[in-house]
């Protein structure tokens, strides 16, 4: 903990979204400073909460949920109350941005679109995310806008893996991780934006447009080169790369090799017949070849050889490995915090330094509504939340 003011401090955020992509946006923004209020169903919450991970909670609500929802507080409010949603519009007085992930149409049809809340605040900045983008034809056609079909629909499931595999997705949700961060730099652009033109606007991303977005070399070469991508057979990790790049069998395990010259790798393998190769053109069988090579050597004896030559590579581990290396040795990757349930939890720091305005955990995730009245009375006074109590509203 820190004194020192973030980045964000006096940014107010009234957060709507739900799942991972407007969550981890505004907790990017809340790491910096910015007093994000999140805002839930009374007594349940946003849906995720609810989402086991492995069959299991952590202190009662779901590890998703958790990994992206810190230094938030959370207000409940009815949104389909009449009251409820002049309530929100009235918050919206005091809020810098509005965000919302809900499919295209849900918030203008409850009341609380980017025109409701600019006839409040002509200053708000509305921020928008969604599977497809508002009006394509994709969203039109009524289709969930969900990660996995993001990865199917944009080639990255067809691009990933070898060619005789199955369409292989990522082993993350790698769509909602691209469009939370493009949402988030949409967000610091239009604060700006205001600050130095005096005017609010509508932000916008989705899931499908931020996927184009992060295969954009690949696109790039599709679009200009005339191509067609085709997986590697023998486990080349890129469609456009040449071998070596991917991993290879050791006697107790894998090791990543990212390119390197045909002609040093014969050296460093002992095998001359690998620097006549074509790197390109015999890509398939020069991965089998090194494969050969590599299963006689421990990961260990491997990497040995290969640093000593500066060639790029590096061992294949599992996140249990990776992750019990950064909690033995104290990383800075890694931030603590107090749960009232489940006592100390360990999440992923947030990846951006700010020399002068260091990004800090201030809370941990909250309970449902756990500054309902704190928010309410902060703005209105005690009175005005009674009454709210009293129909129901919050």
Known sequence: MTDTPGAL???????????????LCTQTLADMGADVLKVERP???????????????????????????????????DLKHPDGRDLLLEMSRTCDVVTENFRSGVMDRLGLGYEDFRAVNPKIIYASGSGWGSGSSLASRGMPGQDLLIQAMSGLMMNTGRRSDPPTNCGTAVADFAASQALAIGILGAILARDRHGTGQKVETNLYSATLNMMGQENFAVLNQDITLERSEAGVASCWSDAPYGAHPTKDGWVAIAMCPLEKLAGLLDDPGLAGMEAWAERDAVKLRIDETTRGHTSEELLAILRAADVWAAPVRSSTEALAELVETASPRLVEMEHPKAGPIRAIAN????????????????AVGEHTDEIVTEMFGAERLADLRGMGVV
């Open 9 to 23: 401090d006096g940014i107010r955020i009234l957060d709507f979204t739900q799942m991972m992509l407007g969550p």
């Open 43 to 77: 007594g349940k919450g946003e849906w995720m909460r609810s989402m086991p991970m492995n069959g299991e909670f952590v202190g009662g609500e779901s590890a998703a949920f958790h990994a992206f929802n810190r230094n938030k507080r959370s207000v409940t409010v």
């Open 351 to 366: 990846p951006i330094t700010l020399s002068e305005t260091p990004v800090t955990v201030r809370r941990a995730p909250p």
